[in-house]
């Protein structure tokens, strides 16, 4: 099921496209000013951004650059009443994928949200194996080369990568990293997750010190670069 990120402060709209996008199979996360909508596609995997332009506090406009500043790339759809072409040619300059003006058909909304997610190539997830710098990830055998080499790596620690791999670019915080890998009734301490990323440093970075791939973002968790 794709997940979508719209951020809209017209409650009328939100819950008219929540309804009709869920009602089409995907599922609609909102966030109703631009701060919060940074934060959540910021710090969450989704598979589009339905961003409006006219938001209080920080505007569409600003989010969309602070996204792609954050090297963010998630598919970027701009929801505006400002159909001027300057308006469109900043929104594009800034990082946007695409633009819509309102008021739009839904039909045209739900063409748009299908173009960019088959832009979007097959995720890791989907793939056998996934490369990056001398690192193969062979997710059908459960096994990690780097350069060539067979790297010994835990159960748990091929499953915390190859949920960093499946969420790159997404910073993860500790608490989603323990329930999707740890799982609920595992109940370890935050130190777990700390310490099994440290190994993966040792074993996957050239400088475990300085990593190049998994990197730590003070107050909300890690994010997977790779």
């Known amino acids: 099921m794709p997940r979508l990120l719209l951020v809209e402060d017209e409650p009328g709209l939100v819950m008219t496209l929540t309804d009709r996008l869920a009602a089409e199979g995907y599922e609609v996360v909102s966030a109703v000013d631009g701060e919060t909508g940074l934060l959540r596609a910021s710090t ?42 300057v308006d469109r040619v900043v929104g594009l300059k800034l990082g946007a994928d695409d633009y819509l003006v309102k008021p739009f058909e839904m039909s045209e909304l739900l063409a748009r949200v299908e173009a960019l997610l088959r832009r979007v190539p097959p995720t890791p997830a989907q793939a056998e194996t996934y490369q990056f710098g001398d690192i193969q990830v062979d997710f059908r055998k459960a096994e990690v080369t780097r350069g060539g080499v067979a790297v010994d790596v835990s159960a748990r620690e091929f499953k915390l990568l190859k949920y960093f791999i499946e969420h ?59």
């Open 44 to 85: 969450e995997a989704f598979d589009v951004v339905l961003l409006d332009g006219m938001l209080p506090g920080r505007d569409g406009f600003d989010v969309c650059r602070s996204l792609r500043q954050r090297n963010v790339q998630t598919p970027i759809l701009m929801l505006t009443a400002r159909g001027q072409v």
């Open 168 to 226: 790159r670019g997404a910073t993860l915080s500790r608490d989603e990293l323990l329930n999707e890998v740890w799982g609920y009734n595992a109940m370890p301490t935050t130190r777990t997750v700390d310490v099994h990323i440290a190994w993966l440093r040792q074993k996957l970075e050239s400088n475990p010190r300085k990593p190049e791939h998994i990197h730590t973002i003070h107050g909300l968790g890690y994010k997977f670069t790779g």
